[in-house]
């Protein structure tokens, strides 16, 4: 395993999945979770759940969790569900707490690299 690997497997990511998905590949995966951290959907989530627009918040959020999910970023996926399914039934209320623990534990992953 690779030294991001290992760390992110440290810290409770589902590396075992992750990497199994990415055909074992972690030069790959490494290459794709610098994307994750540059991914323009998390500042359109912020923008769209402070207008209220549930439904840009739920594309948004539903492409996040995928993209976290298939990167086995645990504690991530945890939070960012907790987001998603308010706004699945449109409900964009009182999620601004939430995204901020969503970058809260992003930043966590982003001083990895």
């Known amino acids: 395993m690779s030294k991001l690997t290992e760390q992110l497997e440290l810290m409770g990511c589902d ?3 992750a990497l199994n998905r990415f055909l074992n590949d972690e030069e790959f995966y490494e290459e794709c979770y610098g994307d994750v951290l540059v991914d323009p959907a998390f500042g359109k989530l ?3 759940l402070e207008a209220k627009d549930a439904e840009t918040a739920f594309q948004c959020a539903h492409t996040l969790k995928g993209v976290i999910s298939n990167m ?3 504690s991530m996926y945890d939070i960012i569900v907790r ?4 706004l699945r039934s449109g ?3 009182n ?3 939430i995204y901020d623990e969503l ?3 992003f930043e966590r992953y982003k001083a990895l690299v």
């Open 15 to 17: 590396m075992e999945g």
């Open 83 to 86: 987001i998603v399914e308010p």
């Open 95 to 97: 999620l601004m707490p």
């Open 103 to 105: 970058m809260k534990d």
């Open 46 to 48: 912020k923008e769209a």
């Open 91 to 93: 409900n964009a209320d």
């Open 72 to 74: 086995g970023l645990t």
